[in-house]
């Protein structure tokens, strides 16, 4: 059993579980619960101080929904320089909250891809995945993930994997990726070109997407602080 140990507890989060469920569920209940069956959430993966609220706007949609979800797939980007689709070799992801299973049913058929390969040095090394498992672990009940990090591809081998994901109502995705709110842009242009893949993945699936702190501002709430913006894909 290979288990991938929490590499920012304590720097982009609480190391401390009952500080983090706290914290957590105070960003959670800055929201109103959602109505919108989410098939895929677009989230910040930084500082849970910096983007904690605009992270919880989007998985404040999960709070009626968390029996229905027991798979979560979890894309980010690679480190520069990393080319094709890295999977993990490890069989857990750990954070103070508790360890989460990684689907390995899954990886194995991803795996066929040409431009698809295994690597835990690229999983140690970047934050994307770890940082959505508390949200994740506070939010659902029993769950296991599909970790995903995009290095360097051709706009056809990303549309490939996209396509190869399984769709299904006991299936979310989530996209991590910090994007400017006032610019409505990627910081990493990296980034910004995932999420375009991604924009034109979903229109050719004709999935809406909404900003997910739209709630929130209908019912009042201030939203004009918030520096990250996050998005529901229904």
């Known amino acids: 059993?290979?288990?991938?140990?929490?590499?920012?507890?304590?720097?982009?989060?609480?190391?401390?579980?009952?500080?983090?469920?706290?914290?957590?569920?105070?960003?959670?209940?800055?929201?109103?619960?959602?109505?919108?069956?989410?098939?895929?959430?677009?989230?910040?993966?930084?500082?849970?101080?910096?983007?904690?609220?605009?992270?919880?706007?989007?998985?404040?949609?999960?709070?009626?929904?968390?029996?229905?979800?027991?798979?979560?797939?979890?894309?980010?980007?690679?480190?520069?320089g990393s080319m094709g689709a890295s999977l993990p070799i490890c069989d857990?992801?750990?954070?103070?909250?508790?360890?989460?299973?990684?689907?390995?049913?899954?990886?194995?058929?991803?795996?066929l891809f040409p431009f698809v390969h295994k690597s835990d040095k690229e999983h140690f090394k970047s934050t994307a995945i770890e940082t959505q498992l508390p949200y994740l672990q506070t939010c659902l009940a029993e769950f296991q993930i599909l970790p995903i990090l995009i290095g360097e591809m051709?706009?056809?081998?990303?549309?490939?994997?996209?396509?190869?994901?399984?769709?299904?109502?006991?299936?979310?995705?989530?996209?991590?990726?910090?994007?400017?709110?006032?610019?409505?842009?990627?910081?990493?242009h990296r980034e910004q070109q995932l999420f375009n893949s991604y924009l034109n993945y979903i229109k050719s699936e004709n999935r809406h997407i909404i900003n997910a702190e739209h709630l929130g501002m209908q019912n009042g709430l201030n939203c004009v602080n918030l520096n990250y913006q996050s998005y529901i894909v229904h």
């Open 1 to 80: 059993m290979i288990v991938r140990p929490a590499q920012v507890a304590g720097k982009l989060y609480p190391a401390d579980a009952d500080d983090l469920i706290t914290d957590i569920s105070q960003n959670l209940l800055y929201f109103p619960v959602g109505n919108t069956f989410p098939y895929a959430l677009v989230v910040p993966h930084g500082d849970m101080t910096r983007c904690g609220l605009s992270s919880a706007a989007a998985f404040r949609h999960l709070s009626k929904y968390y029996p229905y979800i027991n798979n979560v797939i979890i894309i980010g980007c690679a480190s520069v």
């Open 92 to 111: 857990e992801y750990s954070t103070p909250l508790g360890r989460v299973k990684v689907a390995q049913r899954y990886m194995q058929s991803l795996a």
């Open 154 to 188: 051709s706009l056809l081998d990303i549309n490939s994997l996209l396509a190869s994901l399984p769709l299904n109502r006991k299936t979310l995705t989530v996209l991590a990726l910090d994007i400017d709110r006032s610019e409505q842009r990627c910081f990493d």
